[in-house]
């Protein structure tokens, strides 16, 4: 898998948008660009993935820039309780060892009132 | 509602007392597996199963044991846990038929005193 590369911390107001960036410039061509949050202790949360098409659902929308070597995760209205540490993941659909998640460090974002 | 339920969800053990952790799935979901989280050392797989009756190691399986007798159940058992298992316990499921995402209980904090 990949390696990436997010900011350890940011901070964000509640009702705006959080804009957390993930660099991946060794990313192959066929991996996907993947999102989890884990929020204090609980279980971590699957947000959204994408292979180089802007992605968006229910909770978030993903930015991929054209050279695929960096994308940016978007909460377009972060609420306190999105406080959590959001970690980018780059990986193969499928490939070896396709069911072990391996985490880096994430960004903590923290949503303040 | 997609859900992995895990109990007990918080134990206090003594070295050396045989304990199960439970975990179920209601997706219909092949794949299945555990993870403990430690702070500075991330999560890290301890066992997974790709279907029933089908169970291999990961990258810390010593001092645990799997089963995997029907596909939405995969119980965790520490036959004799030591206080260097004190940790919090997920157990995860994964989508394989589109996504590769996974699906997290909500963890297991265990204690081994």
């Known amino acids: 898998d990949a390696k990436t590369t997010q900011p350890p911390s940011m901070d964000c107001a509640e009702g705006r948008a959080a804009n957390l960036p993930c660099n991946h410039s060794t990313i192959s061509g066929n991996e996907y660009v993947y999102w989890y949050r884990q929020i204090h202790s609980q279980g971590p949360q699957y947000i959204i993935h994408?292979?180089?098409n802007n992605e968006t659902n229910e909770m978030a929308s993903l930015i991929i820039t054209e050279d695929r070597k960096s994308s940016t995760l978007i909460l377009p209205h972060a609420t306190l309780r999105d406080t959590a540490v959001y970690y980018c993941?780059?990986?193969?659909?499928?490939?070896?060892?396709?069911?072990?998640?391996?985490f880096g460090q994430g960004t903590i974002l923290t949503v303040h009132p | 509602e997609a859900q992995v339920t895990q109990n007990p969800r918080y134990l206090i053990t003594v070295t050396g007392k045989k304990l199960t952790v439970t975990c179920s799935q209601n997706m219909n979901h092949e794949y299945m597996s555990w993870y403990r989280q430690d702070p500075g050392l991330g999560l890290r797989q301890i066992y997974y199963s790709m279907n029933v009756e089908v169970t291999d190691k990961g990258d810390v399986p010593e001092g645990y044991k799997v089963s995997r007798k029907e596909k939405r159940n995969f119980p965790l058992i520490l036959e004799s846990p030591s206080p260097n298992q004190t940790s919090l316990y997920f157990c995860?499921?994964?989508?394989?038929?589109?996504?590769?995402?996974?699906?997290f209980g909500p963890g297991t904090r265990l204690t081994v005193t």
């Open positions: 993941i780059v990986r193969v659909k499928g490939g070896t060892s396709y069911g072990k998640l391996t």
């Open positions: 995860a499921t994964l989508d394989r038929d589109s996504s590769y995402e996974q699906y």
């Open positions: 994408g292979l180089k």
